[in-house]
């Protein structure tokens, strides 16, 4: 095996390799998200909760198949509400199945 010979490299080359890795997420919008959230009628009906923002997709997780379906389809008022309420709101919905949230409950 080869070994490297350019010597040890600088801690800041190891940093930026190791967040390069890291899914880059919206923590400042999520905690918005999350704040409005028990205000917003649809999303309460389905159970769903906010997990996190990536770019403009909002995304939420639910208990069930049947609350997914519910989620998916009260969606455009979720999205309108946060709208409203928010400058720069998630212009999108993905949603999760999560059946152990509702075990935590």
């Known amino acids: 095996m080869a070994r490297d010979r350019s010597g040890p490299r600088p801690l800041s080359w190891s940093l930026e390799q190791v967040a390069s890795r890291v899914k880059r997420v919206d923590l400042v919008g999520l905690a918005a998200v999350s704040e409005l959230w028990p205000t ?4 309460r009906r389905s159970e769903a909760r906010p997990v996190k923002v990536v770019g403009a997709e909002l995304v939420v997780a639910v208990p069930s198949g049947a609350h997914a379906t519910r989620a998916r389809r009260d969606a455009p008022a979720i999205l309108a509400a946060l709208a409203l309420a928010l400058s720069s709101a998630p ?3 993905r949603v999760t199945v999560h059946p152990e949230d509702a075990a935590r409950r």
């Open 40 to 43: 917003i009628e649809a999303a």
């Open 91 to 93: 212009t999108s919905l």
